[in-house]
């Protein structure tokens, strides 16, 4: 009796099974996509500044420093380092940029790099895969050694680095993201100080 009431009670079960798969039911409607609204109310309750977020790579950030004023309405100070940002090298034309012999002692090879680009642009340009995380001079993963003996900045232009001290740049060190060649040089990629 047992085995005929356990076979009848998994025959049914069976059946129920299949009979509600094969059953039509109502279609489930999908809810419309109400992510642009969520991020609209959030924008809404974020009260408006403005000061910018200095240098932040969130989705909205800034990407202006801190205190930055916008073309037109420098004054004091602000002209002076506004008229010093102006003289970046990479805005020299480049049919008029000088090129020096670089040699990129690590990856074997000596490339010829205009004065309006970079060492890391440059080795980049190469297809080498060299060390780089801001591309601001504000770390030192694209660090490297001019191995030619003396003060780095005689042999590059570091437009914008913040990371290195003299010390540092009298030991030949640089920072390959934000370093223009102003001379023949040797580097020696992946050297920090």
Same mark, same amino acid.
């Given at each position: ?12 079960? %069976?059946?129920? =099974?299949? *009979?509600? $798969?094969?059953?039509?039911? !109502? ?10 609204? =969520? ?7 974020? #009260? ?15 990407? =202006? @420093? ?24 990479? @805005? ?24 309006? %680009?970079?060492?890391?642009? @440059? ?16 770390? =030192?993963?694209? *660090?490297?050694?001019? %191995? ?9 232009? $570091?437009? !914008? ?19 223009? #060649?102003? @001379?023949?040089?040797?580097?020696? !990629?992946?050297? %920090?100080?």
């Amino acid at each position: 009796m047992v085995e005929t009431l356990g076979i009848a009670v998994g025959a049914f079960l %069976t059946l129920a =099974v299949v *009979a509600l $798969h094969f059953a039509r039911g !109502t279609e489930y409607a999908t809810p419309d996509d109400i992510s642009q609204e =969520v991020l609209e109310r959030r924008a809404e309750s974020v #009260p408006e500044t403005d000061f910018p977020e200095p240098m932040n790579r969130s989705i909205g950030g800034g990407g =202006v @420093a801190a205190g930055a004023v916008a073309e037109g309405e420098a004054e004091g100070e602000l002209a002076e380092a506004e008229a010093e940002v102006d003289d970046d090298p990479a @805005a020299i034309p480049d049919d008029e940029a000088e090129v020096f012999e670089v040699e990129y002692v690590k990856e074997g090879s000596t490339i010829e790099v205009k004065e309006n %680009t970079t060492l890391l642009e @440059a080795g980049e340009e190469q297809d080498w895969d060299l060390p780089y995380a801001c591309r601001e001079g504000q770390c =030192v993963s694209c *660090a490297g050694h001019i %191995t030619n003996g003396g003060n780095s900045e005689d042999y590059v232009e $570091h437009h !914008t680095q913040s990371m290195l001290g003299e010390a540092e740049l009298d030991d030949g060190y640089t920072l390959t993201c934000v370093a223009y #060649p102003v @001379a023949d040089l040797s580097l020696e !990629t992946r050297e %920090t100080p």
